[in-house]
């Protein structure tokens, strides 16, 4: 029984509840960051070109190895795409945005 009147049985209700309402929180933050892409271009192709080549067949179910060690291939395939070069000039942008939008 989820109710039963004590704080308990509120707990799972309400914990679910606040950690998506704060997930919203933190779009809601970047709602309106726009990301340059401009010193990465490259890199974005490479991953786009995994994504299509390796990415899709796993998500269709038509590999050849298992789909675990399918997934460890494709996420050394973007990190040599340049995936952390990508992902770290994400978080140089957002980080002075988010600097700028909580003072």
């Known amino acids: 029984m989820l109710w039963n009147g004590s704080y308990c049985s509120w707990r799972f ?3 679910p509840l606040r950690t998506a309402q704060l997930q919203i929180n933190e779009v809601i933050l970047v709602q309106d960051f726009i990301f340059d892409d401009s010193k990465i271009k490259n890199e974005l192709a490479a991953i ?3 994504t299509e080549q ?3 067949p796993l ?3 038509i590999v050849k190895k298992s789909p675990e ?4 291939s494709i996420r050394e395939r973007l990190k ?3 995936s952390e070069i990508v ?3 994400m978080q ?3 980080d002075p945005f988010l600097a700028a939008k909580t003072k």
């Open 87 to 89: 992902i770290a000039e």
């Open 48 to 50: 786009s070109n995994v």
């Open 54 to 56: 390796y990415l899709k």
């Open 69 to 72: 060690e399918e997934a460890v």
């Open 13 to 15: 209700i309400l914990t």
């Open 80 to 82: 040599k795409a340049g």
């Open 92 to 94: 140089s942008q957002i």
């Open 59 to 61: 998500v269709y179910g």
